[in-house]
């Protein structure tokens, strides 16, 4: 399925979201924006049958951050640089967000400002040897936005966090693994491969726990230890009223390999 420089696959329970404006290395604008909304409304539709999300970028690219090919330039009056972020950027985030399956990130290439965001939301996120990340808003005079702020101290610490933001420089793949802010890290040419087996392993799993446990480490930063006591005992109880646990303990009873089902 194509939209606005945006292409949706369906591989059977997992669904493919490749950003796709490869004249600007994937550079998001309001229209990539908008194509990826519609591409999460098909998802969403199909919420029954995906049980994964791959995010990746089409050609060599992951995504470059945002489009700034066609702006007009700054004046010297007061500009609204961040007009954009609660239109278009943070409703994506927000969906990304409380998607209701695991995701699965696999950057192919580049991943610079918002585009190192996109990357790092993530369950689960591959790295093409090749790639890299890169805090690039200091070389335009922006601060980092699209939840990067966030994400960065709580994965890597305060002092690797600032020095990314503060310096703009580049983060090679094989850094970022040993940094702790990737899963795994593929050559380049087998990377969609492994992305592909992770995700419909994933997809083939308890999917219902699965949405449950993203949701539990997306909680847990801000909880306080009592609120994630709570917050595990209410997730717990909707996971063991599924079909999908009954099924997980008689497979381990049988000796089998379980068949889940997402219900």
């Not at 010297?76 to 950027?89: D, H, I, K, P, V």
């Not at 492994?194 to 949405?211: D, Q, R, V, Y």
Request: net charge neutral; proline share 4%.
């Amino acid at each position: 399925m194509q939209f606005k420089h945006v292409t949706l696959d369906i591989d059977g329970p997992v669904a493919i979201l490749r950003m796709d404006h490869q004249e600007v290395m994937n550079a998001v604008s309001m229209d990539m924006l908008a194509g990826l909304a519609d591409a999460l409304d098909v998802i969403d539709e199909k919420r029954a049958e995906v049980r994964c999300v791959v995010l990746t970028g089409a050609g060599r690219a992951f995504c470059t951050g945002a489009n700034l090919q066609g702006r007009d330039k700054p004046t010297t009056g007061r500009s609204n640089a961040g007009a954009a972020l609660e239109t278009g950027f943070h409703p994506f985030l927000r969906r990304i967000r409380n998607l209701h399956c695991p995701l699965v990130t696999a950057v192919n290439g580049p991943a610079a400002g918002a585009g190192m965001s996109f990357a790092l939301m993530g369950d689960m996120i591959l790295m093409a040897r090749s790639a890299y990340f890169l805090q690039a808003f200091r070389r335009i005079g922006l601060v980092p936005d699209c939840g990067s702020t966030w994400l960065l101290p709580r994965l890597v610490g305060k002092a690797r966090a600032i020095e990314l933001s503060l310096m703009g420089e580049r983060l090679p793949a094989e850094k970022a693994l040993e940094w702790g802010l990737v899963n795994r890290v593929h050559d380049d040419a087998v990377l969609m491969d492994e992305a592909m087996k992770l995700a419909h392993e994933l997809a083939n799993g308890p999917t219902i726990a699965l949405s449950l446990i993203r949701r539990l480490y997306w909680e847990s930063p801000e909880n306080s230890f009592e609120d994630q006591l709570n917050l595990e005992f209410q997730s717990q109880r909707i996971a063991g009223a599924a079909e999908d646990f009954r099924e997980g303990v008689t497979a381990f009873l049988e000796k089998r390999p379980a068949q889940f089902k997402g219900r």
